[in-house]
C-alpha cells in the first residue's frame, strides 16, 4: 500500500507553480523555461489529442515537438481544480485545463479550443519540482483542429523524434 504524505501548503504552491511555469512558457514560446519544468526523461500521453501511444522521451526532444507544436500558434491556457497529492518526493497533479489555440489561416477558423485535464506526476529534484510524466486528457473540444497544422517539415520531423513516426498523425 502507497504511504502518503501530508501535503504542507508550501510544497502544493511549489508544485502547482511547476505546472503554472509549464503554460506560461507554452503561451510564451520560452522553450528554456518549458525545459526547466521537466526531469530529464518525461513520459508523456497526449493520446487524446494525437491519437498515438503515450511514450518515454528526452525533455529536449519533448520540447523541440512542443515548439513545432506552439511557436506557429498563439495559445492561452487556463488551469484551475489542482489536486495535489504527494508520496514523499513525488506528487500527483490532476488540474482542470482550457486550451486555447488560435492561428488566421485558409483552412477554416481561426481557433481551436480544448477542454480537459492534465494528470501530471512531478518529483523533487535538486532543481525543485519537476515533471516526470504527462498525461493530457481531452473531454471535449471545440473549433478548428487545423489551427495546430501537423503538416509541416518541422512538425513532422518532431512528431517523428517523439513517437517514432514517419508522417504526421494529426
Known sequence: MIQKSEVT?????????TIIRFATALDTNNWELYRSCFSDTVEVDYSDALGLPSTKVNADVWTSFARACCDPIQ???????????LNGDVAFVRNYHTSRHRRPN????????QYGWYETTLKNSEK????SSLRHRIQWCDGNPLVVDSTT??????????????????
Open 128 to 131: 525543485g519540482w519537476v515533471i
Open 9 to 17: 501548503s508550501h510544497i502544493h504552491q511549489a508544485v502547482i507553480d
Open 106 to 113: 485558409t483552412t477554416g477558423g481561426d481557433q481551436y479550443t
Open 153 to 170: 517539415d518541422d512538425y513532422k520531423q518532431a512528431e517523428a523524434s517523439v513517437f517514432g513516426t514517419k508522417e504526421s498523425s494529426l
Open 75 to 85: 495559445t492561452f491556457h487556463v488551469y484551475t481544480n489542482f489536486s495535489v497529492e
